[in-house]
C-alpha cells in the first residue's frame, strides 16, 4: 500500500522559509520520481517542482532560486525547502508520484504566508 504523508506547514511571514516533508511507504523510492505540487483557493493544482531518481531537478518559473526540493533516499523521504516566500506561494502542498501506472497523492499540508 503506498502511502505519502507530507508535514510542515504552517504560517510564515513574507520573506520567510518553511521546509516540507513527505514521507514515502509502500513504494522503491530510490527510484521513484516524486513531485511537489500546491492549490491556492479558487486556483487549480498545480506543479511546483520534481525531482527524479537520478536528481534531476525542475522548478515552475515562480519558484526558481527560491525553492528546492532534496530527496533523502535513504529515508524515503522527500523535502521542498522554501525560501523567500511571498503571499502568492500561499496554499496546500501535496506530495506526488506516478508508481506503477498509478498517481498517489498525500493529503497535503497547509502553507500561509502572511504578515
Known amino acids: 500500500q503506498v502511502q505519502l504523508e507530507e508535514s510542515g506547514g504552517g504560517l510564515v511571514q513574507p520573506g520567510g522559509s518553511l521546509r516540507l516533508s513527505c514521507a514515502t511507504s509502500?513504494?522503491?523510492?530510490?527510484?521513484?520520481?516524486m513531485g511537489w505540487y500546491r492549490q491556492a483557493p479558487g486556483k487549480q493544482r498545480e506543479l511546483v517542482a520534481t525531482?527524479?531518481?537520478?536528481?534531476?531537478?525542475n522548478y515552475i518559473e515562480s519558484v526558481k532560486g527560491r525553492f528546492t526540493i532534496p530527496r533523502d533516499n535513504a529515508k524515503n523521504a522527500l523535502y521542498l525547502q522554501m525560501n523567500s516566500l511571498k503571499p502568492e506561494d500561499a496554499a496546500v502542498y501535496y506530495c506526488?508520484?506516478?508508481?506503477?501506472?498509478?498517481?498517489?497523492w498525500g493529503e497535503g499540508t497547509q502553507v500561509t504566508v502572511s504578515s
Open positions: 509502500g513504494i522503491t523510492f530510490s527510484v521513484a520520481t
Open positions: 525531482i527524479t531518481d537520478g536528481g534531476r531537478t
Open positions: 506526488n508520484t506516478d508508481w506503477r501506472a498509478l498517481s498517489y
